[in-house]
């Protein structure tokens, strides 16, 4: 048995996802609800992550949904646990998602609801309070979360939920083998959207290595690809198996991710699944922080023991 020095610390956070299973015991029957159906690599990441613990714990899938494709309505068998997609969209940033887990939480009040980690953040307290009184209306919320800051909002604030530190699913991908040695030595892969920072803006002025963020990695042809399918689910009635088409689809879609990134010496970004994926390929990377501090609160709770990977310190 090897001993705890030989241990690689991504090898130990990928045993941190096994208290999961107190309220997704192995054997379970599940719905796996709010999986991604669009271009943000990190969330398919966390989405095949997801499907590996699953598979890995004999987890029974019963019936997947994303938010396109959630009816109204929906009979579920009560021995089923309706388990929701982690991520950093659990707060009023994102509300299409935020409204599906409020509606699963009041519409299924006698089933387990189990939310995998999440980073929480709320603008507006209004928001939060709402949230908080649909929560705890329901009497069997698990809610992992990703960092301390949340873990500390979830249990002031949602006092009726099961509330646990947990780091991302994607974890459970570890180890991820490059698919090609590095020919180049720098990827800046960087937010283009709300969570952009100045100081992000400033480094990328510099002019130091190839830019890319996750709309920029997949052409037109796949993001038009996406946009179709996600398209079909949200019309429904199409006679395609879109679940499979979109399992395969994505496979694809995370393949190339680690293919480009195996292509680089060393990774520099503001993405949080950049990060990970760079930590699930052993490769050196520095996190930049996002808007709102979520990628250094996930960085102290989890990676700042991972040599490969450092924090870029914020002035």
Request: glycine residues 8%.
């Amino acid at each position: 048995m090897p001993n705890e020095a030989s241990v690689h610390p991504m090898d130990a956070l990928k045993t941190r996802l096994r208290p999961i299973l107190k309220a997704v015991p192995p054997g379970s029957s599940v719905c796996y609800i709010d999986y991604p159906v669009y271009n943000n690599g990190g969330d398919l990441l966390i989405m095949k992550g997801a499907e590996a613990f699953f598979k890995a714990h004999d987890i029974r899938v019963k019936a997947r949904y994303s938010v396109l494709d959630f009816p109204d309505g929906l009979n579920i068998p009560a021995d089923r646990i309706l388990v929701l997609q982690g991520g950093g969209n659990f707060g009023d940033l994102y509300p299409v998602h935020q409204r599906l887990r409020e509606k699963i939480v009041a519409d299924y009040p006698s089933h387990r609801v189990v939310i995998l980690p999440q980073t929480i953040f709320y603008r507006r307290r209004a928001e939060l309070e709402r949230t908080a009184r649909v929560l705890n209306g329901h009497e069997d919320v698990h809610l992992f979360v990703r960092d301390h800051q949340s873990y500390q909002l979830a249990t002031g604030t949602f006092d009726r939920c099961s509330v646990h530190l947990s780091p991302d699913m994607a974890h459970q991908l570890w180890p991820i083998v490059p698919t090609s040695r590095p020919g180049k030595e720098l990827l800046n892969f960087l937010r283009t959207d709300i969570e952009k920072t100045a100081e992000q803006e400033r480094l990328e002025a510099g002019g130091r290595g190839d830019c890319l963020d996750w709309g920029s990695l997949y052409n037109k042809a796949e993001r038009k690809s996406i946009a179709v399918i996600g398209s079909m689910m949200r019309r429904g009635g199409v006679p395609l198996p879109l679940q499979a088409i979109w399992h395969s689809y994505s496979d694809y879609l995370v393949d190339k991710a680690v293919k480009r990134f195996s292509g680089y010496r060393t990774v520099r970004t503001s993405r949080l699944h950049g990060h990970i994926l760079s930590c699930l390929l052993d490769k050196p990377n520095t996190l930049l922080d996002n808007s709102y501090g979520k990628n250094s609160a996930y960085y102290h709770a989890w990676t700042s023991g991972i040599p490969s990977a450092r924090l870029e310190a914020s002035p």
